[in-house]
């Protein structure tokens, strides 16, 4: 695995494990809305999953998303992580 995957693939793990702890809160506030984070951190919460990935990638760094649902979704890898320069 190279390191920029690996790296990527942390802040995958960091973040869902924060967005799990987050949930109850997150769907009282933001429901159906998409989670953008980073550093284990919800920067902020947007629309559209396009809209969370364009904030994304002003960020620097891996970054991930996350749509606010009870329901178990998968996006896809790379619906749910981006880099900035990766596009």
Known sequence: MSKERSDQQRQV????IAFKALLGELMRTDPGRT????DGKVIA???T???AVRAGRLLGGP???QEITNEPV????FSH???IGNV
């Open 49 to 51: 999953d396009g809209d």
């Open 63 to 65: 970054f991930s998303i």
């Open 81 to 83: 992580v981006g880099n």
């Open 45 to 47: 919460c947007f629309d």
């Open 74 to 77: 998968d996006l896809g890898y």
């Open 35 to 38: 989670a953008l984070m980073q």
């Open 13 to 16: 793990d960091e973040n869902y």
